[in-house]
Structure formats: C-alpha cells, structure tokens
C-alpha cells in the first residue's frame, strides 16, 4: 500500500518499529501532503480558470492537515476543521466567514462544482488579505493567497513536528494508523 509516492505501508512500519524513527515518519507524512495535493496545486494555481480546483484541492489538504494534528479524521460536516483551522493565525478570520466559507466554497465545490453564497474566487485580488467583503457584502478570496497561506501552515507544523512535538507526533501516529486501518 502506498501512503504517499514515495512511501508504502512497509515504511511506516519500518520506522515506527522498535524505537520510533520520527524524522523518517514525518518524511512519510511530509511526502503525502506535498505529493498528493501541494505539487498538483502548484502546479496550477497561477492558471487564469484553475481556482475551482485549488481551493477544492487545498480543502482536502486542509482537512488532512486537521486529521493529522488531531489524530483523528474529519467528524461530521467539518465545521469544527474549518473553524479550528481558519479562526486561528495566520489566517484569522472570524468565525462566520470560516462557516461561510465552508458552506458556500467547500460544500459548494466538493458536492455541486460550484460556489455558493455569492463567494467570488479570484487569482489575484483582494491584494493584501486572503478575503475580503466588497460593497455589494459578498465575499472575495485570493485563491493564490489562501493556497500559500496554507502551505506556510504546513511548514511550521513539519517544523514542530522535527521539534520533537511529541503530542503531535503521537497525533500524527494515530491519524496515520487510521488510515491505514480503513484501507
């Protein structure tokens, strides 16, 4: 079973065997972020028509993210992943634009292929935030933005984790063995 290009199954259980080799876990879960999701995105998230797919895309990373620094997969409709993850530095958002953005681009992508809400996706705009409300009290979303400020969000959680974060590695540890479980 491959748990990302790089790594299978055997891997995980090579490293965590006897004494944990957690560099080579978090390689492992490094690998599976940025091979399944961030090197596709990046690929195309400076395409003029590609920002459906993007935050489709980074919606997935940032539940799998949420999974990992949890240990445990996404509950329910995820309202507390979106609340948890954008409430929170450096995203900052409020509580109802993080509902919001759930509801009307997370669902509206993932089950109809569509924004809902009146959300605008945008590749460039608002220039110095991630969202924005325009006149009018709809919402705009700098696509390129939200991505990179996701994949910074990633950065510093790879670099607790080599910290020796050892809550957080035992929370890594139990996503991952639950995905392995359900496969």
């Known amino acids: 079973m491959n748990l990302s290009p790089k790594y299978t199954l055997d891997d995980w259980n090579a490293a965590l065997a006897g004494t944990p080799d957690w560099s080579k876990a978090i ?13 596709w995105i990046d690929k195309i998230v400076d395409d003029q028509y590609s920002g459906f797919a993007v935050l489709a895309l980074d919606c997935m990373v940032l539940e799998s993210l949420w999974g990992f620094i949890n240990g445990r997969r996404v509950p ?7 609340r948890d993850m ?42 110095d935030t991630i969202v924005t409300q325009n006149p009018g009290g709809k919402y705009v979303i700098n696509r390129t933005t939200f991505h990179e400020t996701l ?15 050892t809550n ?14 359900k496969s």
């Not at 958002?93 to 089950?111: A, C, E, T």
């Not at 957080?168 to 479980?181: A, N, P, S, T």
Request: glycine share 10%; proline share 2%.
């Open 151 to 165: 994949k910074a969000i990633i950065k510093a959680w790879i670099r607790k984790l080599r910290s020796g974060d």
């Open 27 to 39: 390689d492992i879960v490094e690998d599976r972020i940025a091979g399944r999701w961030l090197r």
């Open 76 to 82: 329910g409709a995820g309202e507390c992943v979106y």
């Open 86 to 127: 954008l409430t929170s530095t450096p995203f900052g958002w409020s509580v109802d634009q993080s509902d919001s953005f759930r509801k009307f681009i997370r669902n509206g992508l993932m089950h109809d292929a569509e924004t809902r809400g009146g959300w605008i996706v945008e590749r460039t705009i608002p220039k």
């Open 168 to 181: 957080l590695l035992e929370k890594v540890k139990l996503r991952m063995d639950g995905i392995i479980d």
